[in-house]
């Protein structure tokens, strides 16, 4: 039977085993817990800098590889150094301070790609009393490329309504009954001085004057403003819809049972013998078109359209000198940064060569230049035009354009040589300028805008007689479907 002494002294030895296992525990622990820490730590830095290589990589394919608007304001790729300049400033912008030692740039000219390598040292907080070292090199890469992809577009654009203005709309000064079949939206304000049937509503953000016979069927009037009447307006099919007031002065017996729908608004109506029920308005509208010049430059740039240059009007004056049908030279000429046409010159005709010229059937029109006329010309052409600058047919005789016409950056203004002749579009008006003096659009005369729209994100002012129809919410801003080869920048690994 064992003693007391020899069960204490038994106890007393497994107690400082235990102590000793304990210990030993107690470091292994203490060190995978301190891995564990800095482990988490470098986790995270290695996102950061991969995030910022991602980044630099990115930058410096695209400056150095893609076509681009570059500093002094011409159109191609930038040089390496720049590249450089630009990556490591996406890398900073990503919290990485790297400096040309830790990150390195990579060009790959032959396959268009830029690789960037960031190897930069992290702190050891915990783990070094066990390793002994302070510091840790975490290492990441990334590469970018550029490729090209082939797309063909349907240069289709959904239009809301067949007149459109970010500024203010006029119509005024006609003895005739003018027809806009579509619907009007406007950013500004609308007045009316002329007659006028509108089929698909109204619609402006600012005040609506109407001093003429106004008719709208099938759509609401609607205001973000004040409405003006001082002549009978007859709304079939239709809300009116006021966020200021309503009043007239016309004679009150043309409105007797006229409104199909309700008259609603957030302020007092003045409006005798119709009951008023106020409804909740949808937001003004706002028509946002900076895609569609995006879209059209994007055609530019890439060199989709057919661009006038001043080698096509030198082949065509011969071309006309070998046909026997000499033009003097200030008949069609380049002068400064405008294309003129005087006398007896068919702008249908040198618009096709300049199609011929370039080996394009069907291709659209782009001219750099300011376009004007000094005297009478013939105009009959068939294909869309896009103008940098104005457009200005104004004493012009027989236009007829079987396309749309769009000014990205001034204004168009069509006026038949007299009452007796007419301008024909069979498409669209669009003009994609900034401000209502510079990207305005006038019709005067006897006008008709047929299958398209016009759009101007500037002043509309149509006078005299003119009918405008776009019973399709869609049409073609440019034709036929064009095929542009577009690059991009990517993340190979």
């Not at 009393?129 to 550029?146: E, I, S, W």
């Not at 950056?409 to 510079?438: C, F, K, P, Y």
Request: net charge negative.
């Amino acid at each position: 039977m064992e003693n007391r002494f020899g069960k204490r002294l038994r106890n007393d030895r497994e107690d400082g085993v235990v102590t000793v296992i304990v210990a030993f525990l107690l470091v292994a622990l203490f060190g995978f817990a301190s891995f564990a820490i800095d482990e988490s730590c470098w986790l995270v830095k290695q996102r950061q800098f991969q995030n910022a290589a991602d980044a630099a990589a990115l930058a410096a394919c695209e400056m150095r590889y893609k076509t681009h608007i570059r500093a002094d304001g011409t159109r191609g790729q930038s040089t390496e150094q720049e590249a450089r300049e630009s990556a490591f400033m996406l890398a900073n912008q990503n919290n990485v301070d790297a400096t040309e030692d830790e990150m390195k740039l990579y060009f790959d000219d032959s396959h268009k790609s830029v690789k960037a390598v960031i190897s930069k040292k992290t702190d050891n907080y915990f783990s070094q009393a066990v390793t002994g070292k302070n510091r840790q090199t975490v290492t990441v890469t990334a590469t970018a490329a550029l490729t090209t992809r082939t797309e063909t577009s349907s240069n289709r654009h959904r239009m809301g309504s067949a007149v459109e203005s970010r500024q203010n709309i006029v119509i005024q000064q006609s003895a005739s009954q003018n027809g806009i079949q579509g619907g009007v939206n406007c950013t500004g304000s609308l007045k009316i001085s002329s007659p006028l049937t509108i089929r698909n509503g109204i619609r402006a953000n600012g005040n609506i004057d109407v001093w003429n016979t106004l008719n709208v069927t099938d759509g609401d009037l609607s205001s973000g403003g004040n409405v003006s009447c001082t002549s009978p307006v007859n709304i079939q099919n239709g809300d009116v819809r006021v966020d200021g007031s309503f009043s007239d002065s016309a004679d009150h017996s043309q409105y007797r049972n006229v409104y199909a729908g309700s008259i609603s608004s957030s302020n007092a109506l003045n409006v005798s013998g119709e009951q008023v029920r106020r409804v909740p308005d949808d937001p003004p509208y706002v028509w946002n078109w900076g895609w569609l010049k995006k879209e059209i430059q994007t055609n530019i740039d890439n060199g989709v359209y057919v661009e006038v240059t001043p080698d096509m009007v030198n082949a065509y004056h011969e071309k006309k000198e070998r046909e026997g049908q000499r033009l003097d030279e200030s008949s069609l000429k380049i002068s400064g940064d405008t294309l003129i046409f005087d006398g007896p010159v068919d702008v249908g005709e040198f618009f096709k060569f300049c199609r011929e010229y370039a080996n394009k059937r069907d291709g659209v029109i782009y001219v750099r230049y300011r376009c004007h006329n000094t005297s009478n010309v013939n105009f009959n052409y068939d294909g869309s035009l896009i103008f940098q600058h104005d457009f200005w047919p104004e004493n012009w005789r027989n236009v007829t354009i079987h396309g749309s016409v769009v000014s990205m950056e001034g204004s168009i203004r069509i006026n038949s040589n007299s009452g007796s002749q007419q301008s024909t579009i069979n498409g669209a008006l669009v003009t994609l300028g900034t401000t209502s003096s510079d990207s305005g659009i006038w019709l005067d005369h006897q006008t008709n805008v047929n299958d398209g729209a016009v759009i101007s994100a500037g002043d509309i002012y149509c006078s005299d007689s003119f009918n405008i129809t776009s019973d399709s919410a869609w049409i073609d801003i440019v034709d036929p479907p064009q095929t542009v080869t577009k690059e991009y920048v990517g993340l190979t690994q």
